[in-house]
């Protein structure tokens, strides 16, 4: 899960799909998040971003933002971008095709092929945070079904 500055999106996005795998006893997947830049790297997730989680029951206070890097495309099968610009700032540190398959737009798991990007609500207040929780909660939902049918296989 990526975004800017790995405190607000990239984090909730994580923490949610986390929670479901272990609702659902799925052990064998690794999901991490970073910030395609080095702002907040040690920081803490946004503190909006804390509460939103709390109000579903997910504590992101172990959360430290990091840096994307070049390692992310050997260690993960799939990497999410919260937005357009984040999405084409992952694809220019790919240096050959297969590491540039692994990127998709988180919210295409939605809405597939529309390239929507997930609102930054870093200017915004609590209804902003909540606006993106529900539309990674739904994201997250089509990945661990996705998850569950390759388990079947």
């Known amino acids: 899960m990526v975004c800017l500055g790995n405190i607000c999106r990239s984090p909730m996005a994580k923490a949610i799909l986390i929670k479901k795998l272990n609702e659902k006893n799925i052990t064998r997947v690794e999901v991490d998040s970073a910030g395609t830049s080095d702002y907040h790297s040690g920081g803490k997730a946004d503190y909006r971003t804390m509460e939103s989680g709390k109000k579903h029951g997910i504590d992101l206070s172990t959360h430290r933002a990091r840096q994307f890097t070049r390692h992310d495309f050997d260690t993960f099968d799939l990497i999410y971008a919260m937005d357009s610009t984040n999405y084409s700032d992952i694809l220019n540190q ?3 095709k297969e590491e540039a398959e692994k990127v998709k737009m988180i919210l295409n798991e939605i809405n597939p092929g529309a390239n929507l990007s997930v609102p930054d609500p870093w200017f915004g207040g609590e209804k902003d945070f909540e ?8 994201a997250c939902d089509i990945i661990l079904e996705k998850i569950q049918k390759e388990e079947k296989q």
């Open 94 to 96: 790919a240096s050959k």
């Open 131 to 138: 606006k993106v929780f529900a539309m990674l909660d739904k």
